[in-house]
């Protein structure tokens, strides 16, 4: 039987839109690469010469504005743009804990840099294990929590909660890990304990697109703008969210849900 011209039309169509994916996810794939490669040689070229100097003249924050030069140029070599709105809503001379959605790598440089202010971080402690950045990170208050072991992450949210006391804002992604593309998971409660004992306001972050850009589980990474929106910060000083702090919990979680139009699931 002949085929029909309907038919041979939708079969070269098809065709030509397997090719244009397959060519698609390759790009996709060597991109991927690519920015783990860039993030490699920034840290291999600037790590060393950063934390020689920190280490001669004995000041450590002297590797600040090295590791933000690094992420703000890994995040421009990896093709990625950062349009932040919300900035105008924060006090610059207030110390605040940020809490973060978290579905990319990208996620961690885009909240380190894009803020307005330095800030510390609370990261997974597997990263203690890549070389030079495991070293470095406790010069830019990069704090690396054990969420296997109960006692040791208490003591390092106490250390975390002393340094806020200090003045020192702190980046948290309150999921624990990175959800998949399109997912919001439940936030855990430590970065809440921090903010009401060092009696700070929370601003709640949700970052968009970073799913689609370098996802987790994907392998593939493209360019594209990063949107991070700082909304407007809680104050932790109420009676009821020391009596309750899930509610102080489910408050955040639904602005950030309903930045990135998502629905309230904690």
């Known amino acids: ?3 029909t011209i309907e038919e041979s039309v939708a079969t070269e169509r098809s065709k030509s839109q397997s090719s244009t994916i397959g060519r698609s996810s390759f790009a996709g794939r060597i991109r991927y690469w690519w920015s783990l490669f860039v993030a490699g040689a920034l840290l291999l070229i600037f790590g060393p010469p950063a934390l020689l100097l920190a280490w001669i003249t004995g000041k450590r924050e002297a590797v600040y504005p090295w590791a933000a030069f690094g992420a703000r140029n890994w995040l421009r070599l ?3 743009r950062v349009h932040v709105t919300g900035a105008q809503l924060l006090d610059p ?11 990319s790598y990208l996620d961690t440089a885009t909240l380190f840099i894009y803020t ?9 402690k597997e990263l203690l294990k890549v070389p030079i950045l495991g070293y470095g990170m406790g ?4 704090m690396a929590i054990d969420r296997s072991n109960r006692e040791r992450a208490i003591e390092t949210m106490e250390a975390a909660t002393a340094r806020i006391r200090g ?3 702190f980046g948290v992604f309150a999921e624990g890990t990175r959800a998949k593309p399109g997912e919001f998971l439940p936030f855990k409660k430590g970065a809440f304990y921090m903010a009401i004992q060092a009696g700070v306001p929370i601003v709640p972050v949700a970052i968009k697109n970073t799913d689609g850009l ?28 020391k009596e309750d702090i899930n509610l102080l919990i489910q408050k955040v979680h639904r602005a950030v849900g309903h930045e990135l139009g998502i629905g309230d699931n904690s």
């Open 1 to 3: 039987m002949h085929e």
């Open 78 to 80: 990896s093709g990625a």
């Open 93 to 103: 001379n207030q110390t605040y804990v940020f809490i973060s959605n978290h579905r």
């Open 116 to 124: 307005g202010r330095r800030i510390g971080l609370l990261a997974k």
């Open 139 to 142: 010069y830019v208050n990069i």
């Open 167 to 169: 003045g020192i804002s």
């Open 214 to 241: 370098m996802g987790k589980g994907t392998g593939e990474a493209k360019a594209g703008v990063i949107e991070m929106v700082l909304l407007p910060p809680i104050q932790t000083d109420s009676p009821s969210y």
